[in-house]
């Protein structure tokens, strides 16, 4: 008696390449995007068109990667990250093509959960990029940035800090950074943090 084929818990376009199981339910792979063995994927992500995932990348759940990301070795994304169309992560600082580096060589980055990577942007390798942190379309990342941060531009420079609404947060003149504040848009309340900012008063922290 032939056994019914069991059913996967995410969805795979025919035309993905997919060479890992370990993967959410709920997650969605479409044409063209190739997993590699050794990847781990959570739940409800969207893989979409042209991505390629790399042996020894974590998604956490609820992870977007747009079409035509590349995520490399020694990359971690956790939970509800948006990677923006076409921006680049890395993981060798000085890459030569006849220089072959093991994994342990290579710098990790690590993306913090609900951040979000604008399309085009380019990530150095080796930082990291800060809870709810907003990266710009196109920025060029060099260094870590803060929880809650607003960045843009090449080099990416801070410009500001946004609310878990996507909104941005007022500053006071000069650019200086109040202690505590009120989103005026969903009126969650932040304060001054080492990293950058956390939400407090019943949000998330």
Same mark, same amino acid.
């Given at each position: 008696?032939?056994?019914?084929?069991?059913?996967?818990?995410?969805?795979?376009?025919?035309?993905?390449?997919?060479?890992?199981?370990?993967?959410?339910?709920?997650?969605?792979?479409?044409?063209?995007?190739?997993?590699?063995?050794?990847?781990?994927?959570?739940?409800?992500?969207?893989?979409?068109?042209?991505?390629?995932?790399?042996?020894?990348?974590?998604?956490?759940? *609820?992870? $977007? !990667?747009?079409?035509?990301?590349? %995520?490399?070795? =020694? &990359? /971690?994304?956790?939970?509800?990250? +948006?990677? @923006?169309?076409?921006?680049?992560?890395?993981?060798?600082?000085?890459?030569?093509?006849?220089?072959?580096?093991?994994?342990?060589?290579?710098?990790?980055?690590?993306?913090?959960? *609900?951040? $979000? !990577?604008?399309?085009?942007?380019? %990530?150095?390798? =080796? &930082? /990291?990029?800060?809870?709810?942190? +907003?990266? @710009?379309?196109?920025?060029?990342?060099?260094?870590?940035?803060?929880?809650?941060?607003?960045?843009?531009?090449?080099?990416?420079?801070?410009?500001?800090?946004?609310?878990?609404?996507?909104?941005?947060?007022?500053?006071?003149?000069?650019?200086?950074?109040?202690?505590?504040?009120?989103?005026?848009?969903?009126?969650?309340?932040?304060?001054?943090?080492?990293?950058?900012?956390?939400?407090?008063?019943?949000?998330?922290?």
């Amino acid at each position: 008696m032939s056994q019914t084929p069991a059913v996967k818990a995410y969805f795979a376009h025919p035309k993905a390449l997919v060479e890992t199981e370990d993967i959410g339910p709920g997650t969605r792979i479409w044409a063209f995007a190739h997993v590699l063995p050794g990847v781990r994927i959570g739940a409800r992500c969207n893989i979409c068109d042209h991505a390629f995932i790399e042996t020894g990348v974590v998604l956490g759940n *609820n992870v $977007t !990667v747009k079409n035509g990301v590349a %995520i490399w070795q =020694g &990359v /971690t994304v956790e939970d509800n990250v +948006f990677l @923006g169309p076409n921006c680049v992560l890395t993981n060798d600082p000085n890459p030569r093509a006849y220089i072959k580096k093991p994994g342990e060589a290579l710098h990790n980055t690590l993306i913090r959960a *609900n951040a $979000t !990577v604008g399309a085009n942007a380019t %990530i150095l390798c =080796g &930082v /990291t990029i800060g809870r709810y942190a +907003f990266i @710009g379309a196109g920025a060029v990342v060099l260094r870590t940035v803060p929880d809650f941060a607003l960045v843009v531009g090449n080099p990416a420079r801070q410009i500001g800090w946004i609310c878990h609404c996507a909104r941005r947060l007022p500053i006071l003149a000069g650019g200086s950074l109040n202690s505590s504040m009120t989103c005026p848009h969903c009126q969650a309340h932040f304060r001054a943090t080492p990293n950058g900012l956390t939400m407090v008063e019943g949000y998330l922290s």
